[in-house]
């Protein structure tokens, strides 16, 4: 069973910087994409970072600030977010693929102060 686990979520004055860590339960080379995903009190789950086969793409927001990455020796994905902003404050997801089927971690939560 696939199982995913976040890490590194805290409090950090704005510009500061976090890293968040998922950890899966499997090789993240059976997976065929990751990525992260930010929730917000009244609004639906939006995904800020993603990589596929390779390739990274961002949402408008965050372009310039975070950087998605692996590390298959670890089997774990990482979200380096820099120069964070108020509006960065919410619950992040890690989110992979794998044979048609979706996974989801509990989630790590960041705020942001002003």
């Known amino acids: 069973q696939v199982q995913l686990v976040e890490s590194g979520g805290g409090l950090v004055q704005t510009g500061g910087s976090l890293r968040l860590s998922c950890a899966a339960s499997?090789?993240?080379?059976?997976?065929?994409?990751m990525g992260w995903y930010l929730q917000v009190p009244g609004k639906e789950r939006e995904l800020v970072a993603g990589i596929i086969s390779g390739r990274t793409n961002y949402e408008d927001s965050v372009k310039g600030r975070f950087t998605i990455s692996t590390e298959n020796a670890n089997n774990t994905a990482y979200l380096q977010m820099n120069s964070l902003k108020p509006e960065d404050t919410g619950i992040y997801y890690c989110?992979?693929?794998?044979?048609?089927?979706?996974?989801w971690g509990h989630g790590t939560q960041v705020t942001v102060s002003a």
């Open positions: 989110y992979a693929v794998r044979l048609n089927h979706e996974f």
């Open positions: 499997v090789s993240i080379d059976s997976f065929y994409a």
